[in-house]
């Protein structure tokens, strides 16, 4: 295995969606390929979890839980599902980020 610490770390040369590096070691160029957390896992928030929390919450009316619970699902829904897909869609990454609910 080689030690790509000594390496010199040159600008990337390597195209693709991937996070790459490009090394130079011992006069030969080198790509350094590194593992992508979000490629091919599904982005999801569960909306029947956030709805239990509100609802084991045991100072909070009924009506303010019910309020709380669609606040939360119409933020969810019109704010933070199109966020994370217009960031994802400019990283070039396919996600279902559709909502549990």
Known sequence: MI?????EERHNKFLGSE??????????LYMLKYPDPIR????????????GIVDSTPCI???RKE??????????????????????????????IEPDY
């Open 67 to 96: 309020y709380l619970r669609r606040t939360l699902g119409m933020r969810y829904k019109l704010i933070l599902a199109p966020a994370l897909k217009r960031e994802i869609n400019e990283r070039n990454r396919s996600v279902d």
């Open 61 to 63: 009316s009924d009506t």
């Open 19 to 28: 996070k790459k590096t490009t090394i130079l070691y011992n006069n030969e």
């Open 40 to 51: 091919g896992k599904k982005l999801r928030i569960d909306m029947d979890n956030v709805g």
């Open 3 to 7: 030690n790509f610490n000594n390496g």
